[in-house]
């Protein structure tokens, strides 16, 4: 039903100053092909920042605006509310936002837009800490991963965005990952085109953060999905379809064991986080299998 060019509009610049293998960038020039220039972009600061660029220079080849980490939402709100009193109803409002900047600081904001049904496209790229400011613990951050507030290992699991979304009955809602560049096209897509408010959750590999070779950004996306620690799913019209199942899920060891920041973790925490991983998605399927 969905048709997507593979091709790229280059309404990202080259050059721009995202760590080598950074998940973020190549989710960033994936969005843009989709969103086209009839978008307006709100962005908080975080790594994505790096795209509004510095000064009077941006990397990005339509308009936008840098916003605070509280409010992009809201920010989002009110460029929507002007455009409607232009009678402009074609252009997309797109807020490009970290997972601190998302389930952290602007949740109150996002939460008002999404009661309010707002017509924006909310994406929350999400590499699981503050990563911009050095690497400090979000409520996304996973269980056991070490950050510099967390050095031992977080001692708390993540905070479930999409469910937060569908708990506000948005009309749209999906996880997507960089394990599937169709499908997380697919679904900038339908979120694009939704009559409401839409939330995309985008599994954001980062080597800086994760302490991984940065070859190896899209082999880890594979395995976060394989191993059942990300799940691809979406909630349309108050029903959950799961996108892909791995027929196995693959052992969470070798995920872990390709990252720094899981070093320091004993036997018995790799154990902790393996039943944690393999309840949650069984828990899931059986809800919404
Ligand atoms: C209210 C507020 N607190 C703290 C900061 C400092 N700050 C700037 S970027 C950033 C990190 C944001 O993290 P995230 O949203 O996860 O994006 P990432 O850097 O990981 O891409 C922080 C804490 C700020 N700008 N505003
Ligand atoms: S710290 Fe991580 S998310 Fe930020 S630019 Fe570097 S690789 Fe990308
Ligand atoms: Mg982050």
């Known amino acids: 039903m969905y048709k997507i060019s ?7 610049s080259h050059g721009v100053s995202a760590c080598a293998g950074c998940g973020l960038e190549l989710i960033m020039r994936n969005v843009m092909d989709v969103v086209g ?9 975080g790594c994505s920042a790096l795209f509004s660029g510095f000064c009077n220079e941006t990397n990005l080849k339509i308009a936008g605006i840098q916003m605070n980490l509280e409010n992009s939402a809201a920010c989002a709100a009110g460029i929507r509310a002007g455009l409607k009193i232009q009678g402009n109803d074609h252009t997309t409002v797109l807020v490009f936002a970290g997972d601190g900047a998302t389930v952290d600081i602007g949740i109150q904001s996002l939460s ?10 909310y994406i929350c790229y999400d590499n699981e800490a503050y990563m911009n400011t050095g ?12 950050t510099t507030t967390t050095p031992a290992g977080k001692s708390v699991s993540r905070k479930n965005l999409v469910g937060i979304a569908m708990a506000h009955n948005v009309p749209y809602a999906a996880t997507a990952s960089l394990q599937n560049l169709v499908d997380l096209r697919k679904k900038v897509k339908k979120a694009k085109e939704t009559d409401g408010t839409s939330v995309l959750h985008i599994h954001t590999p980062c080597p800086t ?3 991984y070779d ?27 379809t799961v996108n ?13 064991k390709i990252q720094g920041r899981f070093k320091h973790l004993k036997n018995e925490q790799i154990e902790a986080i393996r039943v944690e991983v393999k309840s949650r998605y069984e828990e899931f399927l059986r809800k919404n299998g």
């Open 214 to 240: 940065p070859k190896y950004t899209i082999k880890i996306a594979k395995m976060a999905v394989n191993t059942g620690s990300w799940i691809l799913y979406e909630w349309e019209d108050g029903k959950v």
């Open 6 to 12: 593979h091709e790229s509009k280059g309404l990202v």
């Open 209 to 211: 953060g994760w302490f």
């Open 112 to 121: 008002g837009a999404m009661e309010r049904n707002d017509r924006i496209l």
């Open 244 to 256: 892909y199942r791995p027929k196995e899920l693959e052992p969470i060891e070798e995920y872990i």
């Open 135 to 146: 690497i400090q613990s979000s409520s996304s951050t996973p269980l056991g991963a070490s």
């Open 37 to 45: 220039e009839d978008t307006i972009i709100i962005i908080p600061p």
